[in-house]
């Protein structure tokens, strides 16, 4: 760490949201620029800056902030200067010239202790010297309070929003209990809580400490890993590993929170909470929004199942034959009698693997309510999801969110029980993905009397939120459903069908057979497999699919999805991505690039939004122009548009919505030409290449293996070694996700 001290003679660039600012400061008789989370300052304010020196590509040497120091200027230009520059409400140049010749060097003394004083200059009345006084206060509190967090480790960045919520109270409700920072704010976490507060000497076995843990615990380790609850028992040693506290306090503090109701308990045998001041190592402990969730949606599919009834298509079948004739196919008697009974039923799943006919059963099935002119709706989790079952229907999908009419607050639809979707027939496609807060918002919006119809396919990973709602619902035993395990027709000759039904039974799929959409290149070394996917990418699957001279990196980068299990390796997600970029879209003078982090974005990269955005504007052109609000986690984009100057860029999605960047939003923008194979869900990728690379158990999972080829529509290529995919083959570990509503199910 180096300092630099000096006067600062302007800003660059600073972001309001976030305090990211580029600002030119003097040192001697050289300037520097210095880029990081600052408050707002102005020229010839005194500023002493820790931090590093870091070599930009596009700007050169910057000095780059960790910490910084506000002196009050000292020199009566500094004065002048930093009044003069709007930094205090009721001072203009005009104004600031005249104070300072007034008052001379106690100038920064009068404003901050005597600033009635004022009055005492032509011109500034009470009014006027109040409103001054008042704006110099709160900009000195803030600056204080950053400075304050500061010292206690809290990044500048977070500092920022910490102050800009509490103004000038900061310090007190720190002091008092920092731990009401993680129920006030999103983004601060226990673990910086906790570092404030054991500095302050707050005790360690102190109630606040062992309440806030208690809730990180369900939060963090709990909703973060897919659990609806906890049992108490884990969340109890969870919370006492955490804090090195015996379990016994930390469960006198859980009754106190059950008491509360900020927690609820339930016993397994009984559907109602018990009472909290009973404690049993059975007990579930829930988060209420998880508790309600879950009640509500197994009530709700109840009333949906109970409503519809039955015997209302007596002419299925004669229709389902008219259809095969017309589309020259012949269903199999499952896939025919699960078209009747997604008719005949208020709920019904269909699920079933690639090439299984889900596609063109839901085709049959749109067709037969289309001769009856009911209206149906279609939607799938994500936009890209939507797309393709727009392509293959032939009807308008959206995304569940764009159904529900996002409204402009988390969790704010407009369509909802009070205002619901105006349909016969709704059908959700790749409900694997749909968890169980967004499964709540959907039934909300659907009446009693319209079908619903839920679509995927049970085997690939649960859904990236909390829940397992797809797999729930099929264990329960209470929904109708079809299995579907016969491979359709025109899917029998894909090796990557065949494949993906091979892993699925626990077999060794089949490799390297010519002629075939399946390849497989052995790489003993992670290093090794890392190479070859880049070559692959880009020098020879781009000749061997025929892309178009010129246009090859572009294509390829549009059509080849490389998905990895891990995000850390040679063979990692974040190491592929820099790989990737560096080959496909390399540094260039005609490409401008802005930098958050350690990541460079430039035109034309390929990029993913990694949660969701509730506020972040959107627009579509042409014909059917519109503006909406919302960028959801796994929302898959390509750069289109660069501003260096306010470090903005534009990135078009796959729906064609285009997306304005502020650097405020870009923290959840990542590549993209490397995926997890968790966020690729929901997706269809032309080509995948997937790295078959030594790794965690816990990921090298069959399930996680299958999931990433049923994403691929032409080709798979994997880069490794034989013994990996027999290991992934084998591995039928499933994380388990605590989850109780297929017990609700079948208790109602």
């Known amino acids: 760490m180096e300092k630099l001290e000096g006067p600062v003679i302007s800003t660059v660039f600073r972001n309001p949201e976030n305090g990211y600012s580029v600002l030119t400061l003097r040192v001697g008789r050289r300037e520097y620029t210095a880029v990081g989370a600052l408050p707002e300052l102005s020229p010839g304010e005194q500023v002493t800056l820790t931090g590093e020196w870091v070599e930009h590509k596009t700007f050169g040497r910057q000095f780059k902030v960790a910490f910084f120091e506000i002196q009050a200027p000292t020199t009566l230009l500094g004065i002048e200067r930093y009044l003069a520059s709007g930094a205090v409400r009721g001072i203009g140049p005009s104004t600031a ?83 009401q920072l993680c129920d006030d704010l999103k983004g601060v976490g226990f673990r910086t809580a906790d570092r404030i507060g054991l500095a ?50 930390c469960a006198d503090v859980l009754t106190r929170l059950l008491l509360a109701r900020e927690l609820v308990a339930e016993m397994p045998e009984a559907e109602s909470a018990v009472p909290e001041n009973v404690s049993d190592a059975r007990r579930r ?30 002419h299925a079948r004669r229709e389902i034959a008219r259809f095969e004739k017309e589309q020259r196919i012949t269903f199999s008697d499952r896939q025919r009698e699960a078209i009747i009974q997604a008719l005949e039923n208020g709920v019904f799943i269909i699920t079933g693997g690639p090439g299984t006919g889900k596609t063109t059963i839901i085709n049959c099935i749109l067709a037969l309510l289309n001769q009856e002119e009911q209206e149906t709706l279609l939607c ?26 996002y409204g402009g607050e988390e969790g704010a639809f407009a369509r909802n029980a009070d205002n619901p979707l105006e349909a016969d027939c709704v059908i959700a496609d790749e409900a694997s993905m749909i968890d169980l807060r967004l499964m709540k918002s959907l039934l909300r919006a659907i009446e009693p009397g319209t079908r619903l119809i839920l679509v995927g396919d049970a085997d690939q990973l649960p859904s990236v939120g909390a829940g397992n709602v797809l797999g729930d619902l099929l264990e329960s035993g209470c929904v109708p459903c079809a299995r579907l395990t016969d491979i359709f027709r025109q899917s029998e000759h894909s090796r990557i069908v065949l494949n993906a039904h091979l892993i699925n039974r626990g077999e060794m799929p089949l490799l390297n057979e010519k002629g075939t959409d399946f390849f497989f290149q052995r790489k003993t070394s992670p290093r090794e497999a890392a190479e070859t996917i880049v070559a692959l990418m880009r020098d020879r699957l781009p000749g061997y699919l025929g892309f178009r001279k010129g246009t090859e990196k572009a294509l390829a980068i549009r059509n080849i999805q490389v998905l990895a299990p891990a995000r850390k390796g040679d063979c990692g997600v974040n190491t592929l ?22 990541t460079v974005f430039r035109l034309g990269d390929k990029v993913i939004q990694t949660r969701n955005n509730y506020d972040l504007i959107w627009r579509k052109d042409g014909p059917r122009a519109e503006e909406g ?22 990135v078009r999605f796959d729906d064609d919505r285009d997306v304005d960047y502020e650097t405020a939003d870009l923290e959840d923008l990542s590549l993209a030409y490397c995926l997890s194979v968790h966020k690729s869900q929901g997706s269809e990728f032309p080509v995948v290449i997937m790295p078959v690379t030594p790794g965690p158990p816990m990921l090298l ?48």
């Open 701 to 748: 999972t069959r399930n996680l293996f299958y999931t990433a080829l049923t994403r691929a529509k032409s080709m798979v290529v994997l880069v490794g070694t034989e013994e990996v995919i027999a290991a992934m083959t084998r591995n039928d570990h499933v994380a388990r996700r605590y989850t109780t509503l297929a017990l609700r199910l079948a208790d109602l």
């Open 200 to 249: 302050l000497g707050i005790s360690p076995d102190a109630e606040s400490r062992i309440r806030c843990a208690l809730k990180y615990v369900m939060t963090e380790i709990g909703d973060a890993n897919g659990h609806c609850y906890l049992p108490e028992q884990d969340l109890i040693r969870e919370a006492a590993d955490l804090l090195q506290l015996t379990e016994s306090r």
């Open 629 to 650: 609000s919302g960028v959801f986690n796994g929302d898959i984009g390509f750069v289109t548009a660069v501003n260096t100057a306010d470090h903005m860029l534009t």
């Open 97 to 179: 010239k005249q104070i300072v010749s007034f008052f001379g060097e106690s100038t920064m003394e009068v404003l901050a202790e005597h600033p009635q004083r004022l009055t005492e200059m032509p011109g500034i009345g009470k009014k006027r010297a109040a409103m001054i006084a008042e704006s110099f206060a709160e900009q000195q509190g803030t600056r204080q309070a950053m400075i304050f967090l500061q010292s206690y480790g809290v990044p500048a960045s977070l500092a920022i929003t910490i102050s800009d919520f509490y103004r000038e109270r900061t310090q007190d409700v720190v002091q008092r209990n920092p731990y």
């Open 577 to 598: 991505n820099l790989l990737l970029q560096e080959a496909m879209n390399p540094p260039s003078p005609r490409s401008p690039q802005i930098t958050w982090g350690d």
């Open 380 to 405: 799938a989790p994500t936009g890209r999801a939507a797309k393709r079952m727009t392509e293959a229907t032939g009807t308008d999908a959206k995304t569940i969110h764009r159904l529900l009419e």
């Open 285 to 314: 402990i829930y988060l209420p929004e998880m508790y309600k969730a879950e009640k509500e949606v197994a009530r709700r599919m109840r009333e949906l199942m109970a409503s519809v009834r039955s015997g209302q298509h007596r």
